[in-house]
C-alpha cells in the first residue's frame, strides 16, 4: 500500500471527498446515471477516477462541476477532504441556490420566533386561511 495509487473507484472517492454520507448513496447515484466523468454519463460504480478529471452531477438545488486534484487513502475529516478537488461550479448558480433557500425559509411563518403553540383563536383564523373547514 505503500505504493502511490493513480486511479481509483468512483463511488469510493465520491464518498471520501465527502460529496455523499454513504457509498450506497454514491452508487445509487451513478446507477441512475446521473454523473459524468470527463464528459461521459457514468453507470457503473467501479468506474475509475484519475487526477484531473472532470465530474458533474446534481447535488441538491444546483449541478457539481468538480476537478479531482488528489485521489483518497481513505475518507478523513471535513477539511481533509476539502483538498482532494477543486470546486469549478459556476458561482452565480450557487449563489441562486442560497437565494432560493433564503426565500422558501421567509415564506414558511410569519409567526414571530418563540411565539409558541398557536392559541385556539390562532389555529381557527389559519384553518380560514387555508380553508380549512
Not at 87 to 101: F, N, T, V
Amino acid at each position: 500500500m505503500n505504493q502511490e495509487q493513480n486511479s481509483q473507484r468512483l463511488d469510493k472517492w465520491l464518498w471520501s471527498a465527502r460529496f455523499f454520507k454513504s457509498r450506497a448513496l454514491a452508487t445509487k447515484l451513478l446507477s441512475a446515471g446521473r454523473v459524468r466523468l470527463s464528459g461521459k454519463v457514468v453507470t457503473k460504480s467501479n468506474q475509475l477516477v484519475k487526477k484531473n478529471d472532470v465530474l458533474t452531477f446534481p447535488q441538491g438545488a444546483f449541478i457539481r462541476v468538480i476537478k479531482v486534484l488528489f485521489l483518497a487513502e481513505r475518507r478523513g475529516p471535513a477539511p481533509e477532504a476539502q483538498l482532494l478537488f477543486e470546486d469549478l461550479s459556476p458561482i452565480e448558480q450557487q449563489k441562486e441556490a442560497a437565494k432560493k433557500r433564503v426565500e422558501f425559509n421567509g415564506a414558511v411563518s410569519n409567526r414571530p420566533r418563540g411565539g409558541g403553540r398557536p392559541t385556539k383563536d390562532d389555529r381557527r383564523a389559519i384553518d380560514r386561511l387555508m380553508r380549512r373547514d
